[in-house]
């Protein structure tokens, strides 16, 4: 006689297609990857297998949105400020000093957000969280593997270098490393075996951080993980209010000994020993403040001053006398990639989108709720810290300017409402629940 019982709890066909639309989604993070690595390989710039890749992800993207329409209309409205940046570059066209690639690139520069805006209204904040978590898997068991068997490609120097992985340079497998460690904070398990792989992980990115030697990867990090800390002693129903006072107190005293004793990234990496030029970085800086200045309201066009005749005029006396032929393809600072692409106008506009967004940020991580709220702060904060040298906002085909869109929205999906805008005053209600998010 066949038993009616079940030992297995059947999978519905919607929950089926979300399964498998997560995989294939993690599955395309891992190929966006293969652009860079291929020419690490070869020793060429592969940019047209870069934008076919993108290209078919933008279309999978805008056919996904189409399909959830009923939930995108209801996010939409609240991407005004980031559309009004991207539709800017875009018009930065007209003035560009190389209108076609400014019109190419401000064209990648939306297709790379519609990706974030699909992200959010397709998954939850977990679920993305976990498609991420395959996606630093898989780079970090490549970049181990290449690191180990194939030192000459893995690390710097032909194998006596820092690491690099997967990756062309090394800061680009400390950023994939601080971003994973972050992530892994986040979704942090409260199961006992779960949090032994947690471990495991963490010790893994921290080993590849440490090995890529990424001055701006290490100091973003720990500069987010600081306030993630902070937000989480903050957002504890456990922590007494005497700790949340001390917690306040250190903030306030760490922001007027920076003030004060004008402490900024070249000065911590003196103390280190480290170059205080930032690797060349500031040897060239000065060359792009007086581009900007003879330029200030619109600047010269979205992507359009490197390699430029504009740009080239500008840096010929830092290339041949001072970097030996080197020449920057991008500022190696977000703010002054972007005043170069639009000036003034743009910095202003992109200023009051990230004020918005942080804000946004700081309301959802310290609502109640799941861990993993916390995320979009920490995240914001790391591509902010690391702004300083290297160019993250703005910058299409690249995660970072995918991972600020989602960062961007996330908080306004289902966000939570909070009572009070601090929460180093002592609570008498519960925090309520904002209704009626994206999704059901």
């Given at each position: 006689?066949?038993?009616?019982t079940t030992s297995a709890k059947s999978v519905s066909p919607a929950d089926q297609r979300d399964r498998w639309?997560?995989?294939?989604?993690?599955?395309?993070?891992?190929?966006?990857?293969?652009?860079?690595?291929?020419?690490?390989?070869?020793?060429?710039?592969?940019?047209?297998?870069n934008q076919v890749v993108w290209s078919c992800i933008y279309v999978f993207a805008a056919v996904r949105i189409m399909q959830l329409w009923p939930r995108a209309k209801v996010l939409a409205p609240r991407t005004l400020l980031l559309v009004a940046f991207c539709l800017?570059?875009?018009?930065?066209?007209?003035?560009?000093?190389?209108?076609?690639?400014?019109?190419?690139?401000?064209?990648?520069?939306?297709?790379?957000?519609?990706?974030?805006?699909?992200?959010?209204?397709?998954?939850?904040?977990?679920?993305?969280?976990?498609?991420?978590?395959?996606?630093?898997a898989v780079v970090a068991a490549g970049s181990y593997a290449m690191i180990l068997l194939a030192p000459g490609r893995g690390r710097d120097d032909w194998g006596s270098g820092p690491w690099d992985g997967v990756f062309p340079e090394k800061n680009g497998l400390g950023a994939e490393?601080?971003?994973?460690?972050?992530?892994?904070?986040?979704?942090?398990?409260?199961?006992?075996?779960?949090?032994?792989?947690?471990?495991?992980?963490?010790?893994?990115?921290?080993?590849?951080?440490?090995?890529?030697?990424?001055?701006t990867a290490l100091s973003a990090f720990l500069g987010s993980l600081a306030v993630t800390l902070v937000i989480l002693v903050c957002r504890s129903k456990k922590t007494p209010e005497i700790v949340r006072y001390l917690v306040l107190g250190g903030v306030v005293v760490s922001a007027l000994a920076v003030a004060v004793f004008n402490i900024t990234p070249s000065t911590i990496l003196g103390m280190l020993g480290r170059s205080t030029s930032l690797t060349g970085r500031t040897d060239f800086w000065?060359?792009?403040?007086?581009?900007?200045?003879?330029?200030?309201?619109?600047?010269?066009?979205?992507?359009?001053?490197?390699?430029?005749?504009?740009?080239?005029?500008?840096?010929?006396?830092?290339?041949?006398?001072?970097?030996?032929?080197?020449?920057?393809w991008h500022a190696h600072d977000s703010f002054?990639?972007?005043?170069?692409?639009?000036?003034?106008?743009?910095?202003?506009?992109?200023?009051?989108?990230l004020v918005v967004t942080l804000f946004r940020a700081?309301?959802?991580?310290?609502?109640?709720?799941?861990?993993?709220?916390?995320?979009p702060l920490s995240v914001l904060m790391y591509l902010i810290f690391a702004s300083y040298t290297e160019s993250?906002?703005?910058?299409?085909?690249?995660?970072?300017?995918?991972?600020?869109?989602?960062?961007?929205?996330?908080?306004?999906?289902?966000?939570?409402?909070?009572?009070?805008?601090?929460?180093?005053?002592?609570?008498?209600?519960?925090?309520?629940?904002?209704?009626?998010?994206?999704?059901?």
């Amino acid at each position: 006689m066949r038993s009616t019982t079940t030992s297995a709890k059947s999978v519905s066909p919607a929950d089926q297609r979300d399964r498998w639309e997560a995989i294939l989604v993690g599955a395309v993070f891992v190929v966006e990857l293969l652009p860079g690595l291929r020419a690490k390989l070869t020793f060429a710039s592969d940019v047209l297998l870069n934008q076919v890749v993108w290209s078919c992800i933008y279309v999978f993207a805008a056919v996904r949105i189409m399909q959830l329409w009923p939930r995108a209309k209801v996010l939409a409205p609240r991407t005004l400020l980031l559309v009004a940046f991207c539709l800017l570059m875009l018009a930065s066209t007209m003035w560009s000093v190389a209108p076609t690639r400014t019109l190419f690139n401000a064209i990648e520069l939306l297709g790379s957000a519609l990706v974030g805006f699909y992200l959010v209204v397709r998954f939850s904040l977990s679920t993305f969280l976990r498609i991420l978590l395959f996606k630093f898997a898989v780079v970090a068991a490549g970049s181990y593997a290449m690191i180990l068997l194939a030192p000459g490609r893995g690390r710097d120097d032909w194998g006596s270098g820092p690491w690099d992985g997967v990756f062309p340079e090394k800061n680009g497998l400390g950023a994939e490393s601080a971003l994973a460690l972050l992530t892994l904070l986040a979704m942090w398990p409260g199961d006992a075996k779960r949090r032994v792989y947690a471990i495991i992980g963490v010790v893994a990115y921290a080993v590849l951080l440490a090995g890529a030697k990424s001055a701006t990867a290490l100091s973003a990090f720990l500069g987010s993980l600081a306030v993630t800390l902070v937000i989480l002693v903050c957002r504890s129903k456990k922590t007494p209010e005497i700790v949340r006072y001390l917690v306040l107190g250190g903030v306030v005293v760490s922001a007027l000994a920076v003030a004060v004793f004008n402490i900024t990234p070249s000065t911590i990496l003196g103390m280190l020993g480290r170059s205080t030029s930032l690797t060349g970085r500031t040897d060239f800086w000065p060359y792009l403040w007086q581009a900007i200045s003879d330029r200030p309201a619109l600047g010269y066009g979205y992507s359009a001053f490197f390699g430029s005749d504009a740009g080239n005029q500008y840096l010929s006396t830092y290339v041949l006398e001072m970097s030996g032929g080197w020449y920057p393809w991008h500022a190696h600072d977000s703010f002054l990639q972007i005043a170069l692409a639009g000036g003034f106008v743009a910095i202003g506009l992109f200023g009051v989108l990230l004020v918005v967004t942080l804000f946004r940020a700081l309301r959802y991580s310290l609502s109640d709720g799941e861990l993993a709220t916390v995320w979009p702060l920490s995240v914001l904060m790391y591509l902010i810290f690391a702004s300083y040298t290297e160019s993250m906002f703005a910058m299409a085909n690249t995660d970072p300017w995918v991972l600020f869109v989602v960062t961007t929205l996330y908080p306004i999906d289902g966000r939570r409402v909070v009572e009070r805008v601090t929460t180093f005053i002592p609570r008498t209600q519960p925090w309520s629940r904002a209704r009626g998010g994206v999704r059901p």
